[in-house]
Structure formats: C-alpha cells, structure tokens
C-alpha cells in the first residue's frame, strides 16, 4: 500500500475514533483525501478532509480537524501532525520512514512502485495508427509515445495490457497509394503518365516504384493499380514498423482494416444497426440515427457509391473490441478526431453494448521547430518530417520525452535545438545527467579500489542530509505518480515527476559528498547506498518512459 493510502486508513480511522468517543457527531465519512501541501514547510503530506466534513458535523473545520487529530492512532513513520488554519491537517513523515525509501527502491528493483488495481483486468491500448502511405512523420507520433508509456505504467500497476495498432489499410487512401505507386513506376519505363493532385507526392513513392522496376523490369506495366497498393501498403507497414522500433515502441497486435473486409465484419454491423433500427436510406445512402444518441445531425455510414466512410470500420473495429472482452479500452487520437471518436461509440453503444469500458484520450498537435522557425507538414505533399530523420538527428529520447511532457490537452513544440543542447536547459540531459552522476561515483569507487558491496549493510540512518531527505520524499512519490497515471489515462505526469526527481538529485549531488577523504566511512557506505538507490530509481523511471539510462554523457 502506498503511502497516501496508508495516510488515508489513519485519518479515517480518527474520524470514526472521534466519533465513538463524541468528540464528533455521527455521519457518513465520504473518501478521505491526502494531497501535497502547497508548500514543503508544511510537512509531507496534508489531508482537508476536516473541510469537507463541514457542513455534515455543523462545526468549524478547525474544531474538525483538532478532533481527529486527537484521535489519530500512533505509528511507527508518522512524526508530527499540525493543525492548520482554515482546518487543514499536515502530517510529516518520521526520518526513518524516508530512509527506509532507499533500501525499498534497491529491493523492488523495477518492481518499485508496483500496485495491484489492475489485478485480474485486460486491458487493450490503441495508439498511433497513421495510415500505411507513408512514412510515419513527427506529428503522427504523439499518441505512439503516450500509448505505450501508458502502457507501462499499467503494466506496473498489475494490468494485462495490449498495446495495439490498427492500419487504416483500406479504403480511397489506398487506392490512391497504389494509382502513385504505379505512376511512378510507368515514368520509370520512360511512359507518359502524371500524378494527379489527390496523389502522394513524396519521394518514398518512387523509391518503392524502383524497387518494383529493379525486381520485375517492366513485366508489371499491365497489372492494376490494388497490385501496386498492395505492395506499397506492405512495404510502408514494415518500414513503421521499423521506425517505431527505434523510439522503444513495439505492439503486441497489428490489426488491419482490411479484415473487417475480409471477415464481412464491416457488412455484419451494418446489417445489426439496420435490425436494430438506428439506420435509414436517403438519397442512396446509409444514414446512421446519432441524433438519438445526442448528435446535433445523423450521419452517413455508406456513401451512395456503396464505399463506407471511415466511421463504418471504425464501428465495427470497436464492437470487435467489445466482443474481446477487455475490461478497459484507451484509445489515443489525434486532433482530426476530436469531432468523430464520440460518433463511434455511438455505434457501439447502438450494438448493444455500453461504451464505459471505452476512454478516449485525445491530444493536440505537435509543432517541430529549428533555429526558431515551424517546419511544415504534409504526408500527401511529401513536405512531411519524418520520425526516421527526427531520431537521426537528436535519438530516441527526446522524442519520447518531449511527447509526454504536457497533458495532451495542450500543443506541443518540439524544438530539436533544445533537444541537442547538452545542458541543464534540456530537460532529457538534466534527467539523464542524474543516473550519469550517479554511474560516476561507482565508476571513481571502482578505480580508487573500493569493493563493489561495501555498502551492503550500510546504516540508512546517518542519511540526514536534508537534500537527501528530499530527494528520498520525492521517490516515495512514485506508487502516487503511476496511480494518477492509470486512472486518469495521463501520461505526462511521469515527464514531470521525473523532472522533479532530477530536480530534487542534483542539490543532493552538490551537498552530499561521498568519495572526499573526510567523508567518514559509515556515513560513505550510507551515502553510496543513498547514490545506488537514486542509480536504480533513475533507469527505472527512464524506463518507464521508454528512454535510456546513460552511464556517461
């Protein structure tokens, strides 16, 4: 149990000791709260619980919050309990209890910060999903990066996770890919033919017609453009692929379009929407009722042409999640679906099934900036950054890093210088140069000959420090940081965290001395274990963004 719930049992139980004793009157104790006080004089944590009981006891808070105190039972990490004005209750945690944070983060390991809500739950994570005509371009990474760190942190917090993408590999947009493909590759046999202006423009387009040409010469002239899509389509597949490899993102399911064609899914929901009632023809099209379900107009699931539009998969995809039986479904999705994610759970919800077990997470756009200007981006114009060249230019941690490091609600600029500066001003470096400095101290230890498990049965007491204090507070902050994560499907939080728990290392760093000859040895051996923990707790917190742990920078 964490720390904040195990504050929370201790508050609860005073309020109901109180009230057996009469020092409070009897009512219904709704959630007791425990939060970070606004300031670190204060104490560790605050609980306004006394606040919110109010109205319920008809006494002031203050008067509340003195009875509970009063009441609240002894412990062995609770060291000073303080009313405070307007009713707010601040507790500060014994030493011991924080020095104990090193030998818990060196005995977890990876499994530091474990909780068990998800015990028993199977959970599906949608993200990225970029169309395969292209290249995967910056802007279409976003939702990847919070996807799979989500995923992570769920993990952690005992969840089946499927981390899952699903290729947009039918309709118009594919039939155009192959009408490029195939153009390209007539220009290659020197015939006259020209790219319309819905085409794909980009120069990936004529290096997959070069490969066609270089394998079959022109022996493919007379076979139709779906000949040419389907290979581009495979080929760009197995190139994102690729490309979501090298920023740590792999998915446990590929799902295709295509199959809900194959399968006659696409055709099944349809025909249960029409039994059901909530589909009506008009003008040769198919009309579904989302007015019913609070739209401010119906909407078209078939085009008078017999093509579905995109929300008719889309359904489908979605109802065969809910017939996989996962206990929670996070979808991740750009800003082009702002408008149409609630049309699709509309369509669920028509099926027959209720759409709780569906959280839909949506972000904003993604800027990239160099030397103070915005590039632009257009998959179709070939005018697009793509992620290979981003990560050739600055790696895969600033990637992950700067995807996750504002709520999704809000843009993001990546500025890739920023992301190349090797100083405190780049949030990745300031992270990374922690486990750096850390790796240091072992590595000097190593070389001055000191023996690699001499802090073993080092005395965690002798970590008085008050920058080592702080930094032990804020590591305790980890189980609190992948539960607001889990239930509130907000991956940002551990970017923040982590810049905080850098934040609160390097004082410690500069203050806590442990290799200068008048460092006494028991206070050395407690300070390399402080620097081992800190060491372990930084690759762990890495990982759990996706990013790499540096020994030396």
């Not at 998800?118 to 999903?129: A, F, H, L, M, T």
């Not at 929670?328 to 509309?346: C, E, I, N, Y």
Request: charged share 25%; glycine share 6%; proline share 5%.
């Amino acid at each position: 149990m964490s720390i904040h719930h195990q504050l929370a049992a201790v508050v609860q139980e005073a309020v109901q000791a109180a009230q057996a004793a009469g020092a409070l009157p009897s009512f219904d104790l709704p959630e007791v709260v425990i939060e970070r006080p606004r300031e670190a004089s204060f104490g560790d944590y605050a609980s306004p619980t006394a606040l919110k009981l109010a109205r319920e006891a008809r006494m002031a808070p203050l008067k509340i919050a003195q009875a509970i105190v009063d009441h609240l039972a002894t412990t062995d990490y609770i060291a000073e309990v303080a009313v405070a004005p307007p009713g707010f209750i601040n507790i500060r945690l014994t030493e011991a209890r924080l020095q104990q944070v090193a030998a818990n983060v060196l005995a977890e390991g990876d499994d530091y910060g474990r909780l068990h809500l998800g015990d028993g739950k199977k959970v599906q994570i949608e993200c990225v999903s970029a169309n395969p005509t292209g290249p995967i371009h910056i802007g279409r990474t976003r939702g990847g990066v919070m996807g799979d760190t989500l995923a992570r942190a769920m993990r952690l917090a005992g969840y089946d996770v499927v981390l899952e993408y699903y290729y947009n590999d039918a309709g118009r947009q594919i039939t155009l890919l192959g009408e490029s493909t195939k153009i390209r590759y007539r220009q290659l046999l020197g015939q006259d033919a020209e790219l319309g202006p819905d085409h794909y423009k980009g120069d990936y387009i004529t290096d997959i017609a070069r490969e066609l040409y270089a394998a079959h010469g022109a022996a493919l002239q007379d076979e139709p453009a779906e000949y040419f899509g389907s290979y581009a389509k495979d080929q760009i597949s197995r190139s994102q692929k690729e490309t979501l490899r090298r920023i740590n993102i792999v998915f446990d399911v590929y799902y295709n379009e295509q199959s809900l064609y194959e399968t006659g899914r696409v055709w099944e929901a349809l025909e249960t929407l029409q039994e059901k009632g909530y589909v009506y023809e008009q003008d040769g099209a198919q009309w579904f009722k989302t007015t019913e379900f609070g739209d401010d107009k119906d909407r078209v699931l078939v085009k008078q042409s017999g093509e579905p539009t995109y929300r008719m998969p889309d359904i489908a995809y979605h109802w065969d999640k809910a017939q996989r039986g996962f206990d929670l479904v996070v979808d991740f999705f750009g800003p082009d679906h702002h408008a149409t994610a609630p049309q699709v759970l509309m369509g669920v919800q028509a099926l027959g099934y209720p759409t709780d077990f569906v959280r839909t997470v949506l972000h904003q756009i993604i800027s990239i900036i160099k030397d103070g200007q915005e590039m632009k981006m257009s998959t179709r114009a070939g005018t697009f950054v793509s992620l290979d060249d981003v990560v050739d230019v600055v790696g895969p941690d600033p990637i992950r890093y700067f995807m996750i490091s504002r709520s999704g609600n809000s843009p993001i600029e990546f500025d890739l210088n920023l992301a190349l500066e090797k100083s405190d001003k780049n949030p990745v470096y300031y992270i990374q140069n922690a486990h750096v400095r850390c790796a240091g101290i072992f590595r000097k230890w190593a070389e001055a000959g000191g023996a690699p498990d001499a802090d073993a049965g080092a005395d965690l007491r002798l970590l008085t420090h008050e920058s080592e204090l702080a930094f032990l507070r804020k590591a305790l902050e980890l189980p609190e940081v992948i539960e607001l994560m889990v239930l509130n499907a907000e991956p940002h939080h551990i970017a923040f965290y982590a810049y905080e728990l850098a934040a609160a290392f390097h004082p410690a760093y500069e203050n806590c001395r442990v290799l200068n000859d008048d460092v006494p040895v028991p206070l050395r051996h407690a300070r390399l274990r402080f620097y081992r923990a800190a060491k372990q707790l930084f690759a762990h917190v890495l990982d759990l963004m996706g990013m790499s742990a540096p020994e030396v920078m």
